[in-house]
């Protein structure tokens, strides 16, 4: 799998947009960008996957650049529930089974 | 909630015990998956059983085993505990057996704590 690289932490005002990038320059063409996130040592939590369009669902967007070497998950307006580590994951297609994660970013919503 | 249940919540143990962990999958999916995350290793997958069935194993001890029962519940073994083997054991299923697309959700954990 493609090796994801997240800044270790990031704050961000609550009611504002929280931007988490992903750096992932080496994906290949059939590997998917994966979002999860870690609260307090709770089970982590799916958000969000993509290819290489723009995704969105009830919870984030997510925006994969061009060349797919990078994306961006977006929380439209961050709430203080949304402290928690984030992971982005690179999973190739066919017969991956398993999970990477890496140290994440932990994202602290202040009030 | 994601639909996924781990039982215990909690377990505290003494070394060279040994104990059992429970997942029920979502309704509906055919795989689980058991991940352990200590401090020091994070979240590290262990091993994926399919229809009851083993799929694929990763850095999961000889001292541990699992298995996935007729209908799906899966549980996960640990020996011969260790302090080390202290931490937090997730478990995750999917409707599929593998797939970049087979999105895996997961239980709210056990807590193991080995003295």
């Known amino acids: 799998d493609a090796k994801t690289t997240q800044p270790p932490s990031m704050d961000c005002a609550e009611g504002r947009a929280a931007n988490l990038p992903c750096n992932h320059s080496?994906?290949?063409?059939?590997?998917?960008v994966y979002w999860y996130r870690q609260i307090h040592s709770q089970g982590p939590q799916y958000i969000i996957h993509?290819?290489?369009n723009n995704e969105t669902n009830e919870m984030a967007s997510l925006i994969i650049t061009e060349d797919r070497k990078s994306s961006t998950l977006i929380l439209p307006h961050a709430t203080l529930r949304d402290t928690a580590v984030y992971y982005c994951i690179v999973r190739v297609g066919g017969s991956n089974y398993k999970l990477t994660f890496g140290k994440g970013t932990l994202l602290t919503v202040n009030p | 909630d994601s639909g996924v249940t781990q039982t215990p919540k909690h377990l505290i143990t003494a070394t060279g015990q040994r104990v059992t962990l429970r997942c029920s999958p979502r309704?509906?999916?055919?795989?689980v998956y058991w991940y352990q995350q200590s401090l020091d290793q994070g979240l590290q997958f262990l091993i994926q059983y399919y229809n009851g069935e083993e799929r694929a194993k990763g850095n999961i001890l000889e001292r541990f085993s699992a298995q996935q029962f007729p209908d799906l519940h899966s549980e996960l073994n640990l020996s011969s505990l260790e302090l080390g083997d202290s931490a937090l054991y997730f478990c995750?299923?999917?409707?599929?057996?593998?797939?970049?697309?087979?999105?895996?959700?997961f239980g709210p954990g056990t807590r193991l704590l080995v003295l």
């Open positions: 309704s509906g999916d055919l795989s």
């Open positions: 993509g290819l290489k």
């Open positions: 995750a299923s999917s409707f599929g057996g593998a797939g970049a697309q087979e999105t895996q959700y």
């Open positions: 080496t994906i290949s063409g059939n590997e998917y």
